[in-house]
């Protein structure tokens, strides 16, 4: 079934449902953009950083700018953090009050290599009807009403979450349509990955090592660099990812708002849990919008037994 039939068929609010189809829409773009990316000059960095003084590559600006126009269009999107930019995105066209939090392309160090790379979203809905500021975004994950990735891979695959449950859509290139490939998605009772940078492995704290040690025991590693695909693959084959805090960074490296969060709620709608090694990421009240935060996602009776 084709996501869009899938939506109208699943009774979907049409304001999300909007949403869901500009994701796709700007994902088709992107997808389309990436198979073809040093044939048009799209490879490397624009030789800029952003906010959080990273390296800014050519598609991190191509699939924030691709996504921000098909929000625009879509009219039902009021305002949009990104990883990309300083401040949120208002638009003033809007007919309803979705709001987004997004990292238009998860995985930038694997963009030039061939590697899986993604595009990750958190959507909150605004009921009150009072003028948006840049804190209208600071909302706990909880109160997502959805969230949906994207993986550029040896398929491109579109994964939405909601109170329907969680999904996997496939893209059929031949057709330019996302077509239902996985319904009803439940990470599986038995673990089989776990997924961590070991070069940080030295700035870990001693009861980080120790749970490490015990999880090299029992179950293979797996480790993209995308937090996108690896989160991917875990939910599907049954993983733990960890990006924990180290002495280096004391707030690990992933986003709150526009990676952990969304994440969280789809582990969650999956029957997983996402926490920040003590507590759970959905109820984390957040303070500013690129605040980074330790993340550990995945299967819950593992992460149970993981100290930090
Ligand atoms: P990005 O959003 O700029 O691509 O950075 C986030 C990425 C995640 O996809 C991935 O899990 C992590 O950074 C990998 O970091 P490291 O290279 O330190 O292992
Ligand atoms: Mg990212």
């Given amino acids: ?13 049409s ?12 994902s088709i773009l992107i997808q389309k953009k ?17 906010i959080q003084n990273e390296d800014v590559k050519k598609l991190d600006i ?23 930019l300083e401040k949120p995105q208002i638009f003033n066209n809007s007919i309803s009050k979705f709001l987004i939090n997004m990292d238009p392309l998860d995985g930038s160090s694997n963009i030039d290599v061939g590697v899986n790379i993604g595009s990750i979203f958190g959507i909150w809905n605004e009921n009150i009807d009072h003028s948006l500021n840049e804190n209208s ?19 491109t695959l579109m994964v939405i979450a909601s109170e329907k449950g969680v ?20 990470v599986p009772e038995k673990c089989k990955y776990y997924s961590v940078n070991y070069g940080n492995f030295e700035n870990f704290s001693s009861n980080l090592q120790n749970s490490l040690i015990n999880l090299q ?20 084959e049954g993983g733990v990812f960890l990006y924990p805090k180290d002495t280096k960074n004391p707030n690990g490296k992933l986003r709150l708002m526009y990676e952990a969060n969304p ?12 926490t920040n090694g003590t507590k759970n990421i959905l109820n984390i009240n957040p303070t500013t919008l690129h605040e980074r935060v330790p993340l550990i996602i995945g299967n819950s009776d593992v992460i149970e037994n993981i100290l930090v």
């Fill in 62 to 84: 191509l699939a924030n700018d691709i996504f921000l126009e098909k929000f625009q269009e879509s009219k039902n999107v009021a305002m949009v953090g990104c990883e990309e």
């Fill in 167 to 186: 999904q996997c859509f496939t893209l059929d290139t031949q057709s330019g349509s996302y077509i239902l490939s996985k319904d009803n998605i439940n």
């Fill in 34 to 50: 990436i198979s073809r990316l040093s044939l048009e000059g799209l490879e490397g960095s624009t030789g800029t950083k952003n």
């Fill in 217 to 236: 025991n029992i179950y293979s590693l797996r480790y993209i660099g995308s937090l996108v695909a690896d989160f991917h693959r875990n939910l599907l």
């Fill in 263 to 274: 994440l969280s709620f789809i582990i969650k709608k999956a029957g997983g849990i996402g």
């Fill in 15 to 26: 304001g999300l449902a909007s949403v869901l189809t500009a994701i796709a829409q700007g």
């Fill in 137 to 155: 975004l600071l909302k706990p994950g909880k109160e997502q009403i959805a969230s949906a990735y994207v993986v550029y891979g040896s398929c």
């Fill in 1 to 13: 079934m084709e996501l869009k039939k899938y939506l109208q068929y699943s009774k979907f609010d």
